[in-house]
């Protein structure tokens, strides 16, 4: 499912234009990026948790010419999914 098709499904679902639809998906995906930039966990129960992830330093090796390379330290952005997600995701097996 792509940005556009979740808006269509929510607007579709809720009765509001795709417009206001568009409008509310941009807001809880800039909320939830800013607060993953400021270090905080975004939990919603049942969904799943968001979370920033600190990746180690590390050598790598560059695949073309097989030499090492050194590969700094990063955040990354993490999800793990709800108890009721996983359920659903797994409901008909």
Request: glycine residues 8%.
């Amino acid at each position: 499912m792509t940005k556009s098709e979740l808006v269509d499904a929510i607007a579709k679902k809720t009765g509001k234009s795709k417009v206001a639809s568009a409008t509310v998906v941009d807001a809880i995906l800039d909320a939830i990026k800013a607060a993953l930039k400021k270090g905080e966990k975004v939990t919603l129960v049942g969904f799943g948790t968001f979370e920033v992830a600190k990746r180690a330093a590390r050598e790598g090796i560059n695949p073309r010419t097989q030499k090492k390379i050194k590969i700094k330290a990063s955040k990354v952005p993490r999800f793990k999914a709800g108890k009721a997600l996983k359920e659903t995701v797994n409901k008909g097996r």
